[in-house]
């Protein structure tokens, strides 16, 4: 059994695109007929709560020196982190806003990444004190943006702060691959647009039946 966790970003209830994406990967990985258990986290419709300075402090006491309010604080982080732990595959459908992730998806990732949870921090590792608790998951990364060209030596090459900043994070999930499908051109329309959901379309598809048919690490001999 295939354990997926699915968390969506967009702030929409219609006329997502990422939802799209979602449900597409989904719908296509049912069409195999191999079990899968989904975890859904909406992030967009549900936005998980900023972290404070109370949480922080809460954060960094000891287990067994907590309050009862310090453990109510973090009882939506545990939740969070042990959706994550769960996962095989981790699904995140997100929209680029302003050139990065939405506050919820931020959110998110704040209550997630979190010290003696996710990750551990030891100064005797010199330089590179953190190290992943959790390892061996795969990133399936679904975007949409309004613009286009964000790749090396393209016409907004170097504004894409959403899918680094996700890549760069997920090591703290315990992802060891990533897969990424984008739709561009989301407000210009037209052909390139289409084009651009058609061939994203064209890789999702792909995608969950590779996955369901030979399983999450099938992918990692080529990420995306």
């Keep these: 059994?295939?354990?997926?966790?699915?968390?969506?970003?967009?702030?929409?209830r219609t006329r997502s695109l990422t939802r799209m994406?979602?449900?597409?990967?989904?719908?296509?990985?049912?069409k195999t007929g191999v079990d899968i258990d989904i975890i859904s986290r909406d992030v967009g419709l549900h936005p998980p709560v900023a972290?404070?300075?109370?949480?922080?402090?809460?954060?960094?006491?000891?287990i067994e020196q907590r309050s009862t309010g310090q453990k109510s604080l973090?009882?939506?982080s545990d939740m969070f982190i042990n959706e994550?732990?769960?996962?095989?595959?981790?699904?995140?459908?997100?929209?680029?806003?302003?050139?990065?992730?939405p506050a919820a998806l931020k959110a998110w990732v704040d209550q997630v990444v979190r010290i003696g949870k996710t990750f551990t921090f030891d100064l005797e590792r010199g330089d590179r004190p953190l190290e992943p608790i959790f390892s061996g998951k795969t990133l399936i990364l679904l975007t949409a943006s309004g613009e286009f060209g964000f790749g090396t030596g393209e016409l907004n090459d170097g504004s894409d702060h959403l899918t680094p900043h996700l890549r760069t994070v997920s090591k703290y999930l315990g992802v060891n691959a990533t897969h990424h499908v984008g739709i561009?051109?989301?407000?210009f329309g037209g052909h390139r647009f289409e084009a651009s959901k058609a061939e994203a379309k064209r890789q999702i598809e792909d995608l969950a039946i590779e996955l369901a048919e030979h399983g999450p690490n099938a992918g990692r001999r080529g990420q995306a």
């Design 74 to 76: 973090l009882a939506d």
């Design 1 to 12: 059994m295939t354990n997926l966790l699915r968390v969506d970003a967009s702030a929409r």
């Design 184 to 187: 561009e051109y989301q407000e």
């Design 51 to 62: 972290i404070s300075e109370d949480w922080i402090a809460a954060a960094f006491t000891p």
């Design 21 to 30: 994406m979602s449900d597409l990967f989904l719908a296509n990985w049912a």
């Design 84 to 101: 994550v732990e769960q996962a095989d595959i981790i699904l995140i459908a997100t929209p680029m806003y302003n050139y990065g992730m």
